[in-house]
C-alpha cells in the first residue's frame, strides 16, 4: 500500500521568510519545532487570505475576518481555529517585533462573530494582556458602558480598559454563547484557551496538512518559490 505524498505549496520569499523568522524565534519560547511549523504554515495562510481578499497584512481587522472565514470552514475545528490563531499571534507579537501598536487610518472594523475572532480583536485592539483576557469572568464585562474591568492582584490593582462598538457588539453575543452553555453565574469568557498546545506530533502535522489545504483555496502568489 502506498503512502500519500505529503501535501505541499509553492511559497515565495516573503513566505519562506516568515516561515524562517518563526523557526528561529520558537525555541527561545519553548516551542517545539513540528508546532513552530504548524504556526509558520497557518501565518502563511493568513497572509495569503489577506492577499486574496485585498486587505492590509497584519492590521487588527484582518486578523478578526480571518478567524470569522476558518470559523465558517466546515473542516476547521474549534482546537484549530485556536492553533491558527495561537500562531499568527505568535508571530505578530514575538517575532514580528517592528509592527504598530495602533494602526491610525485602520478602517472600522466589522463586529467579530467567532470566539477566536473576539479574542484575537481583544489582545490586539484593546490594552489586554494574554494572562488578562484567560481571567476575564461575566463580572467584569459593563456591557452599558462599554468597558471591562480587569483585577489586579488586589483591588487597587484593577483597571478599566473602554471597549471600540464592535468589540463591544461582539462581546455581548459571546457573553450569550456562554451564558447559554453553563450554570455559574460568574463564568470565565475564555475558559477553553488554552496558553500551551500539548497536542501530539501526529495532531501537529495534521494540523499542518489542514493549513496547507486551506492555503491552496487561495491565489498561488508564488513566481519560482520552494515548497513547505
Known amino acids: 500500500m ?5 501535501e505541499t505549496v509553492a511559497l515565495d520569499q516573503e513566505e519562506l521568510e516568515i516561515l524562517d523568522a518563526i523557526r528561529r524565534v520558537a525555541p527561545k519560547h519553548h516551542i517545539k519545532p513540528k508546532l513552530a511549523q504548524t ?17 492590509p497584512w497584519l492590521w487588527m ?3 478578526s475576518d480571518f478567524m470569522d ?4 470552514h466546515p473542516n476547521v475545528s474549534p482546537p484549530e481555529r485556536n492553533r491558527a490563531l495561537d500562531g499568527i499571534m505568535f508571530y505578530i507579537t514575538d517575532v514580528h517585533k517592528t509592527r504598530k501598536d495602533e494602526e491610525e487610518d485602520e478602517p472600522e472594523a466589522s463586529v467579530p462573530r467567532s470566539t477566536q475572532s473576539l479574542f484575537a480583536k481583544m489582545l490586539l485592539r484593546c490594552d489586554v494582556e494574554l494572562t488578562e483576557a484567560l481571567r476575564i469572568r461575566r463580572e467584569d464585562v459593563r456591557l452599558d458602558e462599554a468597558a471591562l474591568t480587569l483585577p489586579g492582584d488586589n483591588q487597587r490593582d484593577s483597571r ?69
Open 61 to 63: 481587522s484582518s486578523v
Open 160 to 228: 478599566t480598559v473602554t471597549l471600540p462598538n464592535p468589540l463591544r457588539d461582539g462581546l455581548k453575543e459571546h457573553v450569550a454563547r456562554v451564558e447559554d452553555r453553563t450554570t455559574s453565574t460568574n463564568p470565565l469568557l475564555f475558559a477553553r484557551r488554552r496558553a500551551e498546545d500539548h497536542s501530539d506530533e501526529e495532531e501537529i502535522e495534521q494540523s499542518t496538512a489542514l493549513a496547507t489545504r486551506v492555503m491552496q483555496t487561495f491565489g498561488d502568489t508564488s513566481e519560482d518559490g520552494d515548497s513547505n
Open 39 to 55: 504556526y509558520g504554515v497557518w501565518t502563511v495562510c493568513f497572509q495569503r487570505y489577506c492577499k486574496d481578499q485585498g486587505i
Open 2 to 6: 502506498s503512502i500519500p505524498d505529503k
Open 69 to 72: 472565514f476558518l470559523d465558517a
